[in-house]
T-cell receptor, first 111, second 112 residues
Framework: KQEVTQIPAALSVPEGENLVLNCSFT??????LQWFRQDPGKGLTSLLLIQSSQREQTSGRLNASLDKSSGRSTLYIAASQPGDSATYLC??????????FGTGTRLQVTL | EPEVTQTPSHQVTQMGQEVILRCVPISNHLYFYWYRQILGQKVEFLVS????????KSEIFDDQFSVERPDGSNFTLKIRSTKLEDSAMYFC??????????FGPGTRLTVT
């Protein structure tokens, strides 16, 4: 059974800092990995999708990497802003299309 | 930009009552999903639906749950007899192919 873990559970950084969020999964036979953002009481916004054959994806200040063999992904956020404050979720899918989610990293960017 | 919509945003119901949560997936998508998130816990997969039938379901998705695509646009989740432990945020998602799911804003279900 696939298990997804995210470290740290919470993170507080000053504005402008670069930061890395970590995601690990137990079964390396994944089809793809998605990073989502969740604001309190809201839905999930897809940030980046990495297919199993890819090593990384970039969108603006966000960069996600995937090391399938070691069961790890990182989300790098450059020059963090207060508007980046949210919970970041990592999710993986196997050959079936369902997503298995991690517990998330709650990020707070302070002024 | 196309988006997944869900109604209602918040539903309060009494234990034992039936509820129907509604979703309108993105129009050209073929795969549909329901997930739930109990407060403070992980987002959990409930069921996936493709070609008018369930393609996969989790252990949570027991006989009390059912899904339907009654017309060309709606996708519904029915809970026949709600329990207190069904209180959660329910998310609908859709995808054009088997990867890259787009989520709706969720329906908060409160069972009293």
């Amino acid at each position: 059974k696939q298990e997804v873990t995210q470290i740290p559970a919470a993170l507080s950084v000053p504005e402008g800092e670069n930061l890395v969020l970590n995601c690990s999964f137990t079964d390396s036979a994944i089809y793809n990995l998605q990073w989502f953002r969740q604001d309190p009481g809201k839905g999930l916004t897809s940030l980046l999708l990495i297919q199993s054959s890819q090593r990384e994806q970039t969108s603006g200040r966000l960069n996600a990497s995937l090391d399938k063999s070691s069961g790890r992904s990182t989300l790098y956020i450059a020059a963090s802003q207060p508007g980046d404050s949210a919970t970041y979720l990592c999710a993986v899918s196997g050959t079936a299309s369902k997503l298995t989610f991690g517990t998330g990293t709650r990020l707070q960017v302070t002024l | 930009e196309p988006e997944v919509t869900q109604t209602p945003s918040h539903q309060v119901t009494q234990m034992g009552q039936e509820v129907i949560l509604r979703c309108v997936p993105i129009s050209n998508h073929l795969y549909f999903y329901w997930y739930r998130q109990i407060l403070g816990q992980k987002v959990e997969f409930l069921v996936s639906f493709y070609n008018n039938e369930i393609s996969e379901k989790s252990e949570i998705f027991d006989d009390q749950f059912s899904v339907e695509r009654p017309d060309g646009s709606n996708f519904t989740l029915k809970i026949r007899s709600t329990k207190l432990e069904d209180s959660a945020m329910y998310f609908c998602a859709s995808s054009e192919v088997r990867i890259g799911q787009y989520f709706g804003p969720g329906t908060r279900l409160t069972v009293t």
